[in-house]
Every structure is written in structure tokens, then in C-alpha cells.
């Protein structure tokens, strides 16, 4: 049974660090996913990563894939305020079911 | 487009009580899936369906019915509600869910449902 795990749970840090959030998964799998969510609100999509090295960068975030090592990272760089919310990866089992994580809560503080 | 739509999006019932979450999609999505989201538990998958007529189980299928009959629409009943069912249910759609694609999902605003 597929489980994935992420770390930390909680993170709060200062405007301008860089930090990155980790997702670690157990067993094999062809593609990860990485969602945000605003409180209060649904989830919206932030990368696919299909290979082993993947590599993805929208603005302040990239994200990569380590397919050998199960192990995906979500980076921050230069945090702002705005980034503030909680980030799930989601793996896929097998062909057609996503296991998410339990999220990472991250708030910025300016 | 609307998107995915969900409703209603607060609920309350009692124990025992039955009902169903409605959800719709216009973006001709042959997959869809529900999911339950619970404090420091990430999301959960209820059921899925790959196409109409088509549905599985996903973790947490217990207490929960799904049908498919049109690609559109995918509810969810919660046959005899349990305060273990309070939770904020999300729907979610994709392209097909294939292997090797770069399809994602695309989830519903949520429907918060609360049993007493």
C-alpha cells in the first residue's frame, strides 16, 4: 500500500529565506503531484512531475522528482507573504488512484 | 467554463440521515473522483469513475455510493450519515488520468458537511 509523507508539517518562516518542503513515498510510482491551498478554500494545481529528474519552476517555487530515491522536494526561494498556505504533494497508485499527503502548512512572516 | 461545481456547499444532518453531494463538470472529463479532507489527514479518496458507467473504490469507500451516468455528473450518497462522515468533501476532475499524461486534477470549491 502506497503511503506518502511529507515534512514539515508546519513551517513558519521569515520573508526573503529560502527553505524546501520534502515528500517521500514508498512505494513506485510514475507521477507526483504538487497542489496549494488557500484556507478555506480548494486546491489548485502547481506541478506534474513525470520522471526521474524531473525539474519545474513557476516564479519562487520549483519542484523536482527523484523517482530512484522516492523523494520528491518543493523549494522556496526568497519567501513572500503571498506564498503563505498549505502544500500537498499526491502521488499516484497505480493506475488510477492519488494518495495525497498530509500537507505542509507554511506561513511567511514579514 | 464553470469549471468543477459542487453542491450545496454546507450541510448539516443528523445521524442516520441520508443525502447527496452533487457534482458536475463541463470540461468533458472522463475521470472523476471524491475525496474527504480532514484535519492533519490530507485528502482522502472515497471513489473514483474513469468514465460513465465506470467506478471504483478508492481508501475510504465505507458508508459512500457513487454512479456515473453521464460524463457531467458524478454524485456521491452518504447512505445513513455518521458524525465520523463530518468532513469537507471535494470533488476533482481530469482529462483521463492515464499513465503518462500531464493531466491534472482540477478540484470543486468543497461542501463542508457537519453530522450531528
Known amino acids: 500500500e502506497l503511503k506518502v509523507e511529507q515534512n514539515p508539517l508546519f513551517l513558519s518562516m521569515q520573508e526573503g529565506k529560502n527553505y524546501t518542503i520534502y515528500c517521500n513515498y514508498s512505494t513506485t510510482s510514475d507521477r507526483l503531484y504538487w497542489y496549494r491551498q488557500d484556507p478555506g478554500k480548494s486546491l489548485e494545481s502547481l506541478f506534474v512531475?513525470?520522471?526521474?529528474?524531473a525539474v519545474k519552476q513557476e516564479g519562487r517555487l520549483m519542484a523536482s522528482l527523484d523517482t530512484k530515491a522516492r523523494l520528491s522536494t518543493l523549494h522556496i526561494t526568497a519567501a513572500v507573504h503571498d506564498l503563505s498556505a498549505t502544500y500537498f504533494c499526491?502521488?499516484?497508485?497505480?493506475?488510477?488512484?492519488?494518495?495525497f499527503g498530509t500537507g505542509t502548512r507554511l506561513k511567511v512572516l514579514a | 467554463n464553470a469549471g468543477v461545481t459542487q453542491t450545496p456547499k454546507f450541510q448539516v444532518l443528523k445521524t442516520g440521515q441520508s443525502m447527496t453531494l452533487q457534482c458536475a463538470q463541463d470540461m468533458n472529463h472522463e475521470y472523476m473522483s471524491w475525496y474527504r479532507q480532514d484535519p492533519g489527514m490530507g485528502l482522502r479518496l472515497i471513489h473514483y469513475?474513469?468514465?460513465?458507467?465506470?467506478?471504483d473504490q478508492g481508501e475510504v469507500p465505507n458508508g459512500y455510493n457513487v454512479s456515473r451516468s453521464t460524463t457531467e455528473d458524478f454524485p456521491l450518497r452518504l447512505l445513513s450519515a455518521a458524525p465520523s462522515q463530518t468532513s469537507v468533501y471535494f470533488c476533482?476532475?481530469?482529462?483521463?488520468?492515464?499513465?503518462?499524461?500531464?493531466?491534472?486534477?482540477?478540484f470543486g470549491p468543497g461542501t463542508r458537511l457537519t453530522v450531528l
Open positions: 469513475s474513469v468514465g460513465a458507467g465506470i467506478t
Open positions: 499526491a502521488v499516484l497508485s497505480g493506475t488510477y488512484k492519488y494518495i
Open positions: 476533482a476532475s481530469s482529462y483521463s488520468g492515464v499513465v503518462g499524461s500531464t493531466d491534472t486534477q482540477y
Open positions: 512531475l513525470l520522471s526521474n529528474g
